[in-house]
């Protein structure tokens, strides 16, 4: 059965407004801006791609929401929830400025491979949409999942990574007070000793909140013996269903359905739950419907309820019961709980740096747990025995495959040849919202031959073939196991897959051939072993890239020589015009620039956006690339389609060096982009001082406005760039001159919170009283963005703290609506602010305060007399 797709792009998007709300409601009431939470958004603004780490309970998620909120507010970003990979390109749009969230990236406890492997096909393409300005990514991780060697795969979630426990950003102590007066009330004076204990600090507030009949010294102190002894408790009592209750949840790995206690179960999931039953001292026929009823009774302390399914109250104290119920119940959790659980949470053997929460199998119970292994695997799961925690260590994986070698020899090769069943969960972005009944082909799935290679696993890698593996089978995107071998460059696997008649000209769905993939990663030996072997290395991939334009652009030179004396076309261009060098030149590749001149390549071709190699090497600061070309005889004067020009380029990424050899050659300074903005007002923007008095001393206009209104002091102003301002200043720029909105240099800085800046522009004589196109003033914007200094300032200037904007909205009514500003309220009420002053919905600032749940504001409000019985329009 097809549904429509716009259908259910629609509940899909209904969902997320409806998260979004629920977010905003709490974000208003209970939760306290951070340090972390301020560097996370900072670094959200500037950069396209943002990762959060930290350990369980510290607060990732909640700052990852709480700064999708202000994006949302400040920014004006669309924010997306992302359910799985694909969502982020199918949910792209390039003319909107949309934020994708991805909270619990690769996993909850440990590094989910089947989420590497959703993400990697799709990376390249991210990249691309990154790369465009208009999207954001938002991620949350735990630690222990980033610092994962795999995770290195993901290189974009690497770019810019804020760990919240960092010395610079964690909680301070200021910070941890409010959080705990936030949610312990006055409670909050008995925990002053216990602030620093666990990193955990703002779950463990928010779970003494919904259970503040705990004894708080004690829960705090060692919050898991509470939860211990409250298990003892269930079996000491005899109140075995609660015990059986919870054992189910660790059983099902966090995700018991409500209708596997109500509805008819498979004979699967009954034996289990009968298993389960024994084990908890329950006699095996207990109704479903009375462990409902013990799992409706925990809610709130143990349990929570969502979209019908039964879950622990939060990640870090599931991973405190699975290790419990590991110590008591342990052979009815080998036997019976979910393979993820298996997979990720139990080890053989002690490690020094495995995670406090893993359980050790006690040793007679090793060769039942391989078994459990081996059943998962007959039944399809053989992404979850690969990816077993226990196969990082080569003595397990040696005792599995003498394991396997006592199997009988046909199970054995009926076992070799097993197609993973997570088949359907793990399709490409690209096969969008089709639900249908018919199961694909088992051809294009995942075998343990694919695994192993993924893996590197030689020994098991020769065990899979020499039981009849077809060495040519794909994954569902084409990757062939020989791909695999070359792309994570297992040179010995490759070598054995070549000698028994692998393809090496096949691509995967991208056309990318495996030396493609070899040149990409850098893998000299591999792809020398293809090249002796006849692999193609003129063939491009869907979008015409050839093998030698990957190499180029990671860089990896002998691979690039190997090929040109192959014969490889070196002016060779892809789909978007983009040529070998000009990769060469945008990654700063200098040896290889320079191999490529001296072959001949065309140093002045244009890609289908216009622009050069020259240009991408201004852009990226490659000075010596620049030297190169320029006496190649580059042209550095023509604009790209947008109008911009390589000098313009330079002045943008602050290459002053750049620019200077760019003047000195006689670039064309004064020429503009298509919206009228000058190379001096790039530099000004993005803070090049340098590079400004260069253009200075050259006469450059900084008077002129482009289309938008906007001059180069006001860019100065708005980001802050003080010195700029100052030098633009007293070379006489305009600083009373409006943009099109009505906003001038000092409302940028007011609104941005750049306080030295706005009394270096209110010592010129700058206009504090002028209003933009919505009548909002100076002091109303930094009232608004809270900035206490500057308000100060601007009051004690004489500034009209009372003026409405257009929708009669007073800067007091601005600050109630927008947080807890309580010094700028306090503030403004001592000064004789109007604090009965209603907007045009008939809003007063108090109705505002109490919308948000902002104690402190409505305390001083109605101290001073608002009127609390006053109703809006």
């Known amino acids: 059965?097809?549904?429509?797709?716009?259908?259910?792009?629609?509940?899909?998007?209904?969902?997320?407004?409806?998260?979004?709300?629920?977010?905003?409601d709490n974000d208003d009431t209970m939760f306290i801006n951070t340090r972390a939470a301020q560097h996370?958004?900072?670094?959200?603004?500037?950069?396209?791609?943002?990762t959060i780490t930290a350990s369980s309970g510290v607060g990732k998620t909640a700052t990852l929401r709480h700064v999708a909120l202000r994006m949302t507010k400040e920014e004006g970003y669309d924010v997306i929830i992302v359910t799985e990979p694909g969502d982020i390109l199918r949910f792209y749009?390039?003319?909107?400025k949309t934020l994708f969230l991805v909270d619990d990236l690769c996993g909850n406890f440990s590094l989910d491979q089947s989420d590497i492997k959703s993400w990697e096909p799709i990376m390249e393409d991210i990249k691309q949409s990154l790369n465009k300005k208009q999207m954001k990514i938002l991620a949350a991780c735990r630690f222990q999942v980033y610092q994962d060697e795999k995770f290195d795969a993901l290189s974009v979630f690497k770019s810019c990574v804020c760990n919240i426990l960092s010395k610079n950003i964690c909680l301070s102590k200021t910070e941890k007070v409010s959080i705990a007066k936030l949610y312990l009330n006055t409670k909050a004076s008995e925990i002053d000793d216990f602030y620093d204990i666990y990193d955990c600090f703002p779950l463990l507030c928010k779970l003494y909140h919904d259970n503040p009949e705990l004894i708080i010294t004690d829960f705090f102190q060692n919050p898991f013996s509470i939860y211990e002894a409250e298990i003892d408790t269930f079996l000491k009592k005899g109140h075995y269903a609660k015990?059986?209750?919870?054992?189910?949840?660790?059983?099902?790995?966090?995700?018991?359905?409500?209708?596997?206690?109500?509805e008819q179960v498979n004979e699967e999931t009954r034996i289990i739950i009968e298993n389960t039953?024994?084990?908890?001292r329950l006699d095996r026929g207990t109704s479903r419907l009375v462990l409902q009823d013990e799992l409706d009774s925990l809610t709130h302390t143990?349990?929570?309820?969502?979209?019908?399914?039964?879950k622990i109250l939060h990640d870090k104290i599931f991973d405190f019961l699975v290790k419990i119920y590991g110590q008591k119940i342990i052979y009815c959790l080998i036997r019976n709980a979910d393979s993820d659980l298996i997979k990720e949470r139990f080890l053989l053997e002690r490690k020094d740096d495995m995670d406090q929460f893993i359980t050790i199998i006690p040793t007679k119970y090793h060769q039942m747990y391989t078994q459990r292994m081996i059943d998962d695997w007959s039944k399809g799961k053989v992404q979850d025995v690969f990816s077993n925690i226990n196969m990082k260590l080569s003595q397990f994986r040696q005792q599995f495959q003498n394991y396997l070698n006592t199997l009988d020899i046909s199970y054995q090769r009926q076992l070799a040849n097993i197609c993973d069943e997570g088949k359907q969960s793990k399709k490409p972005y690209f096969w969008k919202f089709e639900v249908d009944d018919d199961d694909d082909d088992d051809d294009t799935y995942d075998t343990s031959l694919l695994h192993c290679c993924y893996l590197g696993n030689i020994s098991m890698v020769k065990w899979c073939c020499d039981h009849g593996v077809n060495i040519n089978r794909c994954t569902y995107n084409e990757k062939t196991p020989i791909n695999i071998s070359c792309e994570h460059g297992h040179t010995e696997i490759v070598k054995m897959l070549l000698d028994r008649g692998a393809d090496c000209n096949k691509g995967d769905w991208r056309r990318q051939s495996p030396v493609m993939k070899a040149c990409k990663h850098g893998h000299t030996e591999i792809v020398k072993m293809l090249l002796d072997k006849g692999a193609d290395c003129h063939k491009g991939d869907w979008r015409r890239q050839s093998p030698v334009m990957k190499a180029c652009e990671h860089g990896h030179t002998e691979i690039v020589k190997m090929l040109l004396d192959r014969g490889t076309d070196c002016n060779k261009w892809d789909n978007d015009g983009q040529s070998p060098v000009m990769k060469a030149c945008e990654h700063g590749h200098t040896e290889i620039?320079?191999?490529l001149l001296d072959r001949g390549t065309d140093c002045n071709k244009w890609d289908n956006d216009g622009q050069s190699p020259v240009m991408k090497a201004y852009e990226h600061g490659h000075t010596e690339i620049v030297k190169m070309l320029l006496e190649k005889g580059a042209e550095f004067n023509r604009c790209d389609n947008f109008g911009h020009s390589p000098l313009m380029k330079a002045c943008e990424q602050g290459h002053s060096e750049i620019v200077k050899m760019l003047l000195d050659r006689g670039a064309d300074y004064p020429k503009c982009t298509d919206f009228s903005q000058s190379p001096v007002m790039k530099a000004c923007e993005h803070g090049h001082t340098e590079i400004v008095k260069m253009f200075l001393d050259k006469g450059a206009e900084f008077n002129r406005c482009d289309n938008f209104g906007h001059l180069p002091l006001m860019k100065a102003c708005e980001h802050g760039h003080s010195e700029i301002v100052k030098m633009l200043l007293d070379k006489g720029a305009d600083y009373n001159e409006c943009d099109l909105r009505g906003q001038s240099p000092l409302m940028r800085a007011c609104k941005h919170g750049h306080a030295e800046i706005v009394n270096m522009l209110l010592d010129k004589g700058a206009d504090?009283?002028?209003?933009?196109?919505?009548?909002?003033?100076?002091?109303?914007?930094?009232?608004?963005?809270?900035h206490n200094e500057i308000v100060n300032v601007l009051i004690d200037r004489g500034a009209d703290y009372n003026k409405c904007e257009r929708s009669r909205q007073s800067a007091l009514m601005k600050v109630c609506d927008y947080g807890r500003r309580t010094k700028i309220v306090e503030k403004l009420l001592d000064r004789g602010a109007d604090y009965k002053i209603c907007d045009i919905f008939g809003h007063s600032p108090l109705m505002k305060a109490c919308e948000h749940g902002l104690s402190e504001i409505v305390k001083m409000l109605l101290d001073k007399g608002a009127d609390y019985n006053e109703c809006d329009n």
């Not at 749009?93 to 909107?96: A, L, Q, W």
């Not at 143990?302 to 039964?310: A, C, D, L, T």
């Not at 504090?768 to 809270?786: L, R």
Request: glycine letters at 2%; one cysteine or more.
């Open 243 to 262: 015990y059986c209750a919870l054992a189910l949840c660790v059983m099902f790995n966090n995700k018991l359905k409500e209708e596997m206690l109500t």
């Open 768 to 786: 504090f009283i002028e209003c933009d196109n919505k009548n909002e003033s100076p002091v109303m914007k930094a009232c608004e963005h809270g």
């Open 593 to 595: 620039v320079k191999m």
């Open 93 to 96: 749009n390039p003319n909107k």
């Open 1 to 24: 059965m097809l549904m429509n797709p716009h259908y259910i792009i629609q509940i899909f998007l209904s969902r997320i407004n409806d998260s979004l709300k629920d977010w905003k």
């Open 277 to 280: 039953c024994e084990a908890c």
């Open 40 to 50: 996370v958004l900072e670094c959200i603004k500037e950069n396209s791609c943002v």
């Open 302 to 310: 143990f349990i929570k309820k969502e979209h019908n399914v039964y």
